[in-house]
Structure formats: structure tokens, C-alpha cells
């Protein structure tokens, strides 16, 4: 059974960083691709970033340059580092594994200005 958790979501200033996690489980997380995904208030859900089984990345446009997807395949970790922070990057933050299509629970960023 494919389970997702993150953590690492908290309150933080404008222009902070935080570190997320989505620790896999019930599967073999290494042959799969992963994403994190994130949901605003009064939006639509909206791809973060990915990155495939062999560590290929992509980002939207909104985070380049700022937000680093990364995993630890030894681990079954998904990690999304996250630095100069913006208000706009409030959201509830979720893992996904692409091939199964499962989501975590969500960890809310809120980003104060």
C-alpha cells in the first residue's frame, strides 16, 4: 500500500526557507516519479516541481531559481527545499507519486510579508 507523509510546512517571513519532506512507504519509491504539488486558497492545484526516477527536474516557472526537488532513493525521502519565500507561495504543500497517482496528507507554508 503506497503511503505519502510530509512535514516540514510552518510559518516563515518573507524572504525565509523551509525544507519539506515526504517520507514513502508500501512500494518501490526508487522506479518512481515524484512531484510536489501545492493548492492556494481559492485555487486550483498546481505542479511545484518534479523529478524523475533518474533525478531529472522540472519546475514552474514561479519557483525556478528559488525551489530545489531532490530524493534520497536509499531513504524513500521526496524533499522540496524552499528559499527567498513569497507571500504568493502560501499554500497547502502535497507529494505525489506519479506513477500511482497517491497524494500525502499536505503540509501548509504560510508566508508572512
Known amino acids: 500500500q503506497v503511503r505519502l507523509v510530509e512535514s516540514g510546512g510552518g510559518l516563515v517571513q518573507a ?65 522540496l527545499q524552499m528559499n527567498s519565500l513569497k507571500p504568493e507561495d502560501t499554500a497547502v504543500y502535497y507529494c505525489n507519486d506519479a506513477y500511482y497517482d497517491s497524494w500525502g496528507q499536505g503540509t501548509q507554508v504560510t508566508v508572512s510579508s
Do not use: H
Open 15 to 79: 524572504g525565509g526557507s523551509l525544507r519539506l519532506s515526504c517520507a514513502a512507504s508500501g512500494y518501490r519509491f526508487s522506479m518512481n516519479p515524484m512531484g510536489w504539488y501545492r493548492r492556494a486558497p481559492g485555487k486550483q492545484r498546481e505542479l511545484v516541481a518534479d523529478i524523475s526516477s533518474g533525478g531529472t527536474t522540472n519546475y514552474a516557472n514561479s519557483v525556478k531559481g528559488r525551489f530545489t526537488i531532490s530524493r534520497d532513493n536509499a531513504r524513500k525521502m521526496l524533499y
